[in-house]
């Protein structure tokens, strides 16, 4: 599958593409995945993109495009790719297709995750994601089996540096600024799939059902 996953913090987009992998081998490509490995290692460009993660706004566009032009021309991208939390803005979008287009790669769809408010924000305040592995765990819905220790690699559980009150709503506006307009970008492109994403087994049943796999 090739396929952009759009929709707020919290909507799944990375439960649904961790879902999607399993089913045909294509990858999942996090940029907020990247982006706190890179914070974790103390590489220049973690060091460069920190304070943006935690006050919960947008890395610039050209720390983004540099790691997404590197990361799509990787091997294993031939089996397909699940892009999860790029592109964010507009600009990125745009240079998204140029690079798809020298690349010579079509996208199959742009896949709008909606889930309503008030369940994003309940989501993101009981989210803990391990520090290792990137599993995501829900203290509410999705517990860990030993308290803050991540059940598939033994690692930290933790509630993200970006997941205080504060910083989950500026994380908010900033997607209704910045990345909610790409719903109508892909509409344009003739890419978009709106789903309903209160359960994201539905989410990859209709995913599924629209690209045939
Ligand atoms: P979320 O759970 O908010 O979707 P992510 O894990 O995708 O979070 O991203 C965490 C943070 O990393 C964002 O708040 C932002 O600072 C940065 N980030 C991730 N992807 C991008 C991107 N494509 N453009 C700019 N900043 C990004
Ligand atoms: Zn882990």
Redesign the pocket.
Known sequence: MRLILLGA??AG?GTVAKMLTAIDGSVQI????I?RAAVKDGTDLGKQAKA??DA????PDEL?MGIMKARLKGDDCQAGFLLD?????IP?AEQLKDLLADLGITLQAAVNLDVPRDVILDRLTTRRTCVDCGAIYNVKSMPTKVEGVCDKCGGKVVQRD?ETEEAISN?LDVYNQKTAPLADFYRGEGLLLDVNATSSDSVVASIRGHVGA
């Open positions: 913090p919290g987009k996090s940029t907020g995945d982006l943006y993660m919960g706004d947008l890395v983004i939390g790029f592109p964010r803005t990125q970006d994380r």
